[in-house]
């Protein structure tokens, strides 16, 4: 289809490429982002199936090792998939400007590589839909035959290792959770990176930026994503009971809820990444045609993470069974 495409007359790619290439480089793309695409869902796969084996041998002697344990194995595998879209889309990018200079362009139009970058993305929906949908099928199957042909007629307690229909479940489970979600996660950030370099390579053209200004407003997503690596990492670091609290009931009294746990890395990281957007802000969003516009991104910024705690927080108090909606309807029931 895009062999037949004509390349639009004020698209500054006339020059360099034309409709065959352009179709050959979609091709590439979309075969780089599938292929990450599968990768990233393997590795959720291949860490869960790990990580799980882990946690509940740690789970027997140890409320510390088994959180440690099974947050760490769950970051890993997310680690890895935004470094494998990190990697993708700036190797891809990195080619396109290495190929202008060599074309002997001395103002390449790299406003124009994200548009070029689109196959990445669909190669990476494609690959993520049949790990959820392969998943969940053969899950939703293989759960109707254990509970109604196990349970009802045969009256083997669900989820009872005697069923061969539960180990499918199990299975079913795996590939549509695990590997799905992880393939999921790898296109919606592929996709949602994408869409951001377009918009900021639209708007720096747009305003008549020079080439380092362009350069900051294409590149910021990605360093956004590298900075969501790092302070994920240190947030996670710091994912563990306190210290002199107990580590397994009943011998040693109540165990610390596990949301509280996990919240102090989150706030970790929300500091973290907050001070970290001022300084990449600062350094590729300041212009000197717009000297102040750095702070708008930057509170642009502030508001993103400030609605993404707010998420946390009303999504807490609507299912945790310690806040009054969750306690009204158990009193109804």
Not at 61 to 69: E, G, L, S
Not at 243 to 248: A, F, N
Not at 300 to 316: D, H, K, L, W, Y
Request: aromatic share 14%.
């Amino acid at each position: 289809m895009y062999a037949f495409r004509e390349i639009p007359a004020q698209s500054k790619l006339n020059h360099f490429f034309t409709p065959l290439s352009m179709a050959f480089i979609t091709s590439i793309s979309f075969l780089l982002g599938a292929v990450c695409s599968a990768i990233a869902g393997y590795s959720g796969i291949w860490v869960s199936v790990r990580a799980n084996l882990r946690v509940a041998a740690a789970a027997k002697k140890c409320y510390n090792d088994a959180i440690v344990i099974c947050f760490r194995g769950g970051a890993f595998a997310a680690i890895i998939n935004v470094a494998l879209a990190i990697f993708g889309i700036s190797f891809l990018y990195l080619c396109f400007e290495f190929y202008f200079y060599t074309q002997g362009a001395t103002s390449p139009p790299i406003e124009e590589i994200p548009v070029l970058l689109v196959g990445f993305s669909f190669g990476a929906s494609f690959v993520a839909m049949f790990a959820q949908l392969g998943g969940g099928i053969y899950t939703k199957a293989a759960d109707v035959g254990a509970d109604l042909i196990g349970k009802v007629e045969v009256g083997i307690p669900e989820d009872d290792a005697r069923n061969p229909a539960v180990i499918a479940d199990l299975v079913g489970d795996n590939v549509g959770d695990c590997a799905g979600q992880c393939a999921d996660l790898f296109e919606s950030i592929s996709a949602e990176i994408l869409s951001a370099m377009i918009l900021g390579g639209v708007l720096a053209e747009s305003n008549g930026l020079g080439f380092e200004a362009k350069s900051g407003f294409i590149l910021f997503p990605l360093l956004v994503h590298s900075l969501d690596l790092i302070v994920s990492t240190i947030g996670v670091l710091v994912v563990k009971t306190k210290p002199g609290l107990p580590s397994l009931k009943p011998n040693y009294g109540e165990l610390e809820d596990p949301l509280d746990i996990l919240k102090r890395g989150y706030y970790l990281s929300l500091g973290l990444a907050i001070v970290g957007l001022f300084f990449i802000c600062k350094t590729f969003l300041n212009v000197e045609k717009y000297p102040n516009a750095y702070w708008c991104f930057f509170g642009c910024s502030c508001i993103g993470v400030v609605v993404s705690f707010c998420v946390v927080m009303i999504t807490q108090y609507y299912t945790d069974y310690h806040y009054g909606p969750v306690q009204s309807i158990a009193h109804s029931s």
